[in-house]
């Protein structure tokens, strides 16, 4: 062993004996074949004994072991570094780093940490929780302190994460999928939703996964891959390419987000097109009805006061998504995503793929009576599917 491996070792054994270790974690398989992705280690009280868990992230399930702090040098003496080439001690006051390089070589680096930090030995609180904030995705995403802490000014963004997250283990878990589970998630931007998405299906539905988070800005896809790189999830990957451009070959689900104005119609053709089994989009701003609307002129009581022609327009366009996903065959349903307080972009289209045959006719006519009411020309949907319903 050489001598660096064996400092680290210290360090570790000395945290662990002085209740000083907050968590560590391994990460960087050697080989990328390793279906065993990163570990995860935090001290817990269990029937008055303090040990160390140790959650094994593989590609489609986790596993916990606990251990006693006389026995974790040899278990971290197996893996390191034969399995990772990256471990990380966090302390109640130094971060200690340990690097291997490609060729072997291991470095250490060590550095105080300024914020009070405590050993937090509840036991249950993360293996019951949905979305671990301690993944070091959170972190690395902006979400959470280098501890798993969520940060005070992302505790909104987490609900909507987690909420987010709870709908999708809902409508996934029911479904029945031969294999990979192709998914795109449109307009993913910074990738919390994404990430979230990736960590239901594997961790708590152990489903094989490849998850497309298809965005526009080459700079967030970059910063993304690169966290995805270093952490080694497997099935998740981000593709520069606009909403527009980028037409799957193979979907079993479609998400969309808050993806802007027509962007979440582009999603949802791509969806019908691709015959995804389930679409998921929460509309963002929705300007094209509203200006069909306003060039039409045809206010009624309620489209003559400003605010509510908006609010009416965000409703009619909404309405013709839901109706034309269930021209497509579509059993669809708008919910809310979150409370208003969380963010105002709070409705949920979902559309779940059924074998009944829809009533065509009696969807259309709802849809022309709709636009005809309004003076609304087209739908930008319709016409990206090809359709012509007037
Ligand atoms: C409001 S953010 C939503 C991000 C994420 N889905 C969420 O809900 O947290 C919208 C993202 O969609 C991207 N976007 C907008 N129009 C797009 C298009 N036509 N093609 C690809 N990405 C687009 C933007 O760059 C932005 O990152």
Redesign the pocket.
Known sequence: MSETLQKFLDRVAESAEQSALVKMTLSKPANRHDDLRNVYVKPVLIKEKRLFAFTYHYDRRDEVKNYAAAQMADILQEMLPARFQNAVLFTVNEDVTLLVSAKGKATLQTKKVQENREQNLDHDRQKTRLINPANPWWYQLGLTTREGKITADMQHKFKQIYKYAEIVESLVKPMKFGGTVHIAD?????G??TFALHEVLTHRLHLDVDIKG????PD?VLKINEIIKADGLKGLEFVE????AYHPEKLDVLIA????NT?TD?AIASGIKAGAELIVCAP?CHKQIRQEMERAGRFDAITRYGIFLERQAVMITDTIRALILEYFGYKTQVMEFIEMEHTPKNVLLVGRKTSKVPDKSCILQQINELKARYGIGRHYLEETLGMEFS
């Open positions: 449109m307009g993913a931007g910074k919390y939703l298809v965005e526009i800005r967030l390419s606009s909403i527009e987000l808050h993806a802007c962007a582009d963002c």
